[in-house]
C-alpha cells in the first residue's frame, strides 16, 4: 500500500496551460504538504495543509492554488504554466503536535514546461 | 526564518570508510532534525531524526548529533556500502512556527565507490 501517492509521475505540458496534480495520503496525518524540488536539488516548501486549512503559503505566485477537499487529499492546480515551472513537485504528509514525526513524501510529479 | 547551510555539497568514499555531513541551523528555537535519503527518480525517505533534548541518537550504521549550543547537527554513517549512495538532505523544524514547517539543507550526494 502506498502511503503517500501522487499522480501523475511524468507531466509534459506547453507554456499557458493550466495543469492539476493531485496527492492523496493514507496514514492518517493531519499535515499535508508541497515542495518543489528544482534542478540542483534544493527543496522548497511551497504550501501547508492542516486539516484542511491553508497554514503555510510561502510566497508563492497566485498561479499556484492549492486544494484540500479533505485531510487525506491535498491538489495542486496551476494556471498559465511557464518554463520556470519545471521541476519536481513532491506532496508530504506529517502528523503535527507533540512528538511529531517526519515527513513522508511521495515519489514526486516532474513537470517539463516546453 | 530559518537557515540550514549542509556541507558538503558532494562526498566520495570507498567502501567500508564512514561519511560525514554536516549542517548548521539559524533559528534557536529549532527542537526537530531530521535526515532524509533521496535516491534517483525517488522522494525523499526519513533515515533518522533527532530532537533538541538528545545529543545523540544511533540505528545500526547510522548515527545523528546534535550540539545546541553551536547549532550543528551531523550524520554520520559508518562502514558505508554503494547502497548508501544517494543525495541525503538535512532539515529543521521550529517550534515557532506553530506548525510542522520543515527547511531543508542544500543536499549532499554520497558516492560510495566499491
Known amino acids: 500500500d502506498t502511503a503517500v501517492s501522487q499522480t501523475p509521475k511524468y507531466l509534459v505540458t506547453q507554456m499557458g496551460n493550466d495543469k492539476s496534480i493531485k496527492c492523496e495520503q493514507n496514514?492518517?496525518?493531519?499535515?499535508m504538504y508541497w515542495y518543489k524540488q528544482d534542478s540542483k536539488k534544493f527543496l522548497k516548501i511551497m504550501f501547508s495543509?492542516?486539516?484542511?486549512?491553508?497554514?503555510i503559503n510561502e510566497t508563492v505566485p497566485n498561479r499556484f492554488s492549492p486544494k484540500s477537499p479533505d485531510k487525506a487529499h491535498l491538489n495542486l492546480h496551476i494556471n498559465s504554466l511557464e518554463l520556470g515551472d519545471s521541476a519536481v513537485y513532491f506532496c508530504?504528509?506529517?502528523?503535527?503536535?507533540?512528538?511529531?514525526?517526519?515527513?513522508?513524501f511521495g515519489s514526486g510529479t516532474r513537470l517539463t514546461v516546453v | 526564518g530559518e537557515n540550514v547551510e549542509q556541507h558538503p555539497s558532494t562526498l566520495s568514499v570507498q567502501e567500508g570508510d564512514s561519511a560525514v555531513i554536516k549542517c548548521t541551523y539559524s533559528?534557536?528555537?529549532?527542537?526537530?532534525f531530521p535526515w532524509y535519503k533521496q535516491e534517483l527518480g525517488k522522494g525523499p525517505q526519513l533515515i533518522i531524526d533527532?530532537?533538541?533534548?538528545?545529543g545523540e541518537k544511533k540505528d545500526q550504521r547510522i548515527a545523528v548529533t546534535l550540539n545546541k549550543t553551536a547549532k550543528h547537527f551531523s550524520l554520520h554513517i559508518t562502514e558505508t556500502q554503494p547502497e548508501d549512495s544517494a543525495v541525503y538532505f538535512c532539515?529543521?523544524?521550529?517550534?515557532?512556527?506553530?506548525?510542522?514547517?520543515?527547511?531543508f539543507g542544500t543536499g549532499t550526494r554520497l558516492l560510495v565507490s566499491p
Open positions: 508530504a504528509s506529517s502528523h503535527v503536535g507533540q512528538g511529531a514525526d517526519g515527513y513522508t
Open positions: 496514514l492518517g496525518h493531519d499535515t
Open positions: 495543509y492542516n486539516n484542511k486549512e491553508l497554514i
Open positions: 533559528d534557536s528555537a529549532s527542537n526537530y
Open positions: 533527532i530532537r533538541s533534548n538528545v
Open positions: 532539515a529543521a523544524s521550529s517550534r515557532n512556527t506553530g506548525f510542522q514547517k520543515l527547511v
